[in-house]
């Protein structure tokens, strides 16, 4: 049985399962973009691993962290710089 | 905290130390930044292998320590680490380090649009649960991992539109020729499972096409350009060793990988490294680099020894994966000068390349100095200018928060 | 380039400063660096262009410089990030506010624009300083600048040659790789690698620290800097640090400072990178939970007793030195060039007169 449980992306819950990465989350909440680079262009998760930081975003109130070394964890608040 | 034998790294190579030195009765404390142990290859633990590794690790009686990042050594036996809890504070005798790889991620038109990710990065990503069913991917670069990736997005639904490897078929075909059996098996059934799907070679990317986010790719091919209607380009060009650490504490490099002798000894008393770092060769090579250094770590030098002979023939069968793959010159022209390469600061080629070292280059337009602390552009500029040179390394080794730097012992906690 | 007016032995703030000055009045100049432009002290400094009290003299240099680079600042390129955010200095307690009420004072005698701010003011101004400070002084002409740049701009098109010295002479530059260069004038500013060329000079590496966070744009919107950051300078105590903290324009906040004699490694020297920090926290205890992309160390060329060497320097004739700036090069470059292209052009320096 998977466990499921509701997390927050910019304010809108919905429902992941346990093992979700915060990156796949946002992906799932429809959101495209993790974060807007320097000269404001949209950016997404590259390498999957944790070096890129394209997957920037705020969790659980701390800016500037990496999604997709993350699991998401119920009630986790998740929010994109567009977010 | 502190242990005998500390290990970075719970991929391949680092459980296999583990194993090797716990197993041998040394008190062993393995780190890691990633979520859950299994390094990039075995990911999600799905195959049985990995499995049973990773199974032997949690009954080694080894320590753990996911979510566990190294930022740098603070004195001679002791390393500052960073985890959700904050700092931690780590001493060690012997010191394994099995870092591994990241993909060569090399910039072309596009590249920076959400949708355009690493090869393994995309898997990576799917792994952890993002959408990929009834989506199209085109795989490109070059290297086995974009058959390896294809087969295994295709299991989670996806819809493969085209494998790009930029190899020559001689080169690929002669590679083959020389397989052991039970990787021709393994080569043949991932070509079996994709034999739909159009596999063209001497092909890569010229351009990445979207507004706000990948729509297709148009591809240089061997017949002429082909555009290819997509949601994921996952493009990866091979393997960059992770030797930041290693530099950090000053052990000797040799062409981009860190000098070891046959029982994974760096230049450095009492620090071993194994794995990807050494050379990139595979997954067997990893565990046998890993088991030969957990021995050694654990004071059992007889046992690594033994173990030299696979060694050695692993070392082979590395160099001519190197070979096969090799990358062409004409992929540092996928670059053009407004093309980004610098990603963490908007940097394009046209002003990193007017200079002729990396520093001065760093220094003068920012580039390597944010957040990837020149991961992804310092390995792409490398590629682009043939230029091997290697920056320092500084603490931190990845971003931490301030008040983990600051910090002069680890928190209590209760 | 055969026999130039002048070689400067250094590319970086002050080096190049001084050869864009020279240039500017029409004399053939040469540069020689053995590293990269910008790439030495300069690289380490905050880039902070700011007026100082500690002495008339210094004060007289650094109003001045900072002046002069007012005026440049239109004709920078923008990776010059040239902010002026203005500056202020932050008074923890009753006793430090006295000493800022004495500044405002002084300075507005001598005519620079500064303005009291009291608790409230200043938490206006900074709302993440930390509360119960007791205010502070804002001088809102000094500004801030991203060196490595500058350095690269004012060289310009001046020839460069890499190259190390091994020795000079009067109208003399001997290369390591042998060649020799026949000059005019030959200025030093080599920082603290002065030693080299002139082995009597008292000038002695001063190690300071910095550190990078990723981006928290308007976190702080002026350079903050606590009072006590003069004792730190210009003490000479063995080691020191003092808070401060700067907005850059990408939106990272660079915190500094610390101040090391006897230690002449390049590696982070973890106790006194921690103390800097902890002393950052007392002002911006926000400063804690954000993420740092890099730390790094310099070498500041401090003399005994804080000011510049600027000017001829026997035993050789047209021998000149603009070293010797503590943690002011960057700010007093300019200035240290007027003096340079006055000495060597035999005019009086007047830095009253624009």
């Known amino acids: 049985m998977v466990t499921r449980f509701e997390v927050t992306v910019n304010g809108r819950p919905i429902q992941v399962e346990a093992g979700t990465t915060a990156a796949a989350a946002l992906a799932l909440a429809g959101v495209e973009a993790c974060r807007l680079s320097v000269r404001g262009e949209p950016r997404a998760p590259v390498c999957g691993m944790g070096i890129c930081f394209e997957c920037r975003a705020s969790i659980n109130g701390v800016a500037q962290t990496r999604s997709c070394q993350v699991l998401c964890r119920p009630g986790m608040p998740i929010s994109t710089d567009a977010g | 905290m502190q242990a005998d034998v500390v290990i970075v790294g719970s991929g391949p190579a680092g459980i296999a130390a583990a194993c090797a030195a716990a197993e041998g009765g040394a008190n062993v404390l393995v780190l890691d930044d990633n979520p859950a142990p299994g390094g990039q290859i075995w990911r999600r633990a799905h195959d049985a292998e990995a499995q049973r590794w990773i199974a032997r690790l949690r009954a080694s009686g080894a320590q753990l320590r996911n979510g566990t990042r190294i930022l740098g050594p603070v004195n001679a036996r002791t390393l500052l680490a960073d985890n959700d809890s904050g700092p931690l504070f780590i001493t060690w005798r012997n010191l394994v380090l099995c870092t591994g790889a990241r993909e060569l991620l090399l910039p072309f038109p596009g590249w920076t649009l959400p949708g355009v990710t690493g090869a393994g990065g995309l898997q990576a990503l799917v792994q952890g649960g993002l959408p990929i069913d009834g989506r199209r991917v085109v795989v490109a670069g070059s290297g086995p991992l974009l058959l390896a990736v294809a087969a295994h997005l295709r299991e989670h639904g996806a819809r493969i539109e085209a494998i790009a490897e930029q190899a020559r078929p001689f080169h690929l075909a002669r590679f083959a020729a020389r397989l052991p059996f039970g990787k021709l098996l393994q080569g043949w059934r991932l070509s079996s499972q994709l034999r739909d799907v159009p596999m063209l070679t001497e092909a890569w990317p010229i351009e990445a096409e979207g507004d706000s986010r990948l729509h297709s790719v148009r591809l240089r091919t061997r017949s002429g350009t082909r555009r290819f209607e997509c949601d994921y380009l996952a493009c990866g060009f091979g393997l960059v060793p992770n030797i930041e650490l290693p530099l950090l504490f000053g052990c000797n490099l040799n062409g981009g990988f860190v000098t070891v002798d046959s029982l994974q000894q760096t230049s450095v008393p009492d620090i071993l490294c194994a794995g990807e770092p050494t050379g990139v060769g595979g997954l067997e090579r990893s565990l046998i680099e890993g088991e030969i250094a957990g021995h050694v770590a654990a004071g059992a030098p007889a046992r690594a020894k033994a173990l030299s002979a696979q060694r050695e023939r692993l070392h082979r069968f590395s160099a001519r994966l190197a070979n096969a793959f090799e990358l062409r010159e004409e992929l540092r022209q996928m670059c053009q000068l407004d093309t980004i390469v610098c990603r963490c600061e908007d940097v394009a080629w046209e002003r990193i390349s007017a200079y002729s070292d990396w520093r001065s280059a760093k220094l003068h337009t920012r580039c390597g100095m944010g957040a990837c602390q020149g991961r992804v552009c310092g390995a792409a500029v490398r590629f682009l200018t043939g230029r091997s040179s290697h920056d320092r390394a500084r603490p931190p080794l990845f971003p931490a928060s301030m008040a983990t730097l600051a910090a002069e012992k680890e928190p209590d906690h209760g | ?354």
């Open chain 3, 1 to 354: 380039m055969s026999h130039p007016d002048a070689v400067v032995i250094g590319a970086g703030i002050v080096g190049a400063a001084c050869a864009w000055m020279l240039s500017r009045e029409g004399l053939s100049v040469t540069v020689i660096d053995e590293g990269v432009i910008g790439g030495g002290a300069t690289a380490a400094g905050m880039g902070h262009l700011v007026v100082m009290d500690d002495s008339e003299a210094e004060f007289t240099l650094t109003r001045h410089s900072r002046d002069l680079w007012l005026t440049l600042a239109p004709e920078l390129p923008e990776d010059c990030e040239f902010r002026q955010c203005g500056t202020i200095w932050v008074a923890a307690d009753e006793e430090e506010l006295a000493a800022v009420h004495r500044k405002h004072a002084w300075y507005g005698e001598r005519g620079v624009r500064t303005e009291m701010l009291d608790a409230r003011a200043l938490a206006e101004a900074e709302p993440h300083l930390r509360p119960g400070l007791a205010g502070g002084l804002l001088v809102p002409d000094d500004a801030v600048i991203y060196a490595p740049c500058a350095a690269r701009w004012l060289l310009g098109r001046v020839a460069f040659r890499a190259g190390s010295v091994s020795r000079i002479g009067s109208g003399l530059v001997v290369l390591e790789d042998g060649e020799t260069i026949d000059c005019g004038a030959v200025i030093c500013a080599t920082g603290c690698a002065a030693i080299r060329l002139f082995p009597d000079l008292q000038l002695r590496p001063r190690k300071g620290h910095l550190a990078i966070t990723d981006r928290y744009p308007g976190f702080v919107r002026h350079q903050l800097v606590e009072l006590g950051y003069l004792k730190s300078a210009h003490g000479t105590a063995a080691e020191s640090v003092a808070f401060n903290a700067q907005p850059r324009a990408t939106g990272q906040v660079l915190v500094g400072s610390s101040r090391q004699f006897e230690n002449d490694s390049s590696e982070i020297d973890w106790p006194i990178l921690r103390r800097m920090l902890n002393r950052a926290f007392d002002f911006l205890p926000a400063l804690r939970s954000m993420s740092v992309i890099r730390t790094w160390t310099g070498f500041r060329a401090a003399t005994p007793d804080g000011l510049p060497l600027i000017g001829p320097y026997g035993p050789h004739e047209n021998v000149l030195l603009a070293t010797g700036h503590e943690g002011l090069g960057i700010t007093t470059s300019l200035g240290t060039a007027e003096l340079i292209a006055a000495a060597v052009l035999g005019k009086t320096w007047l830095p009253a007169s624009k």
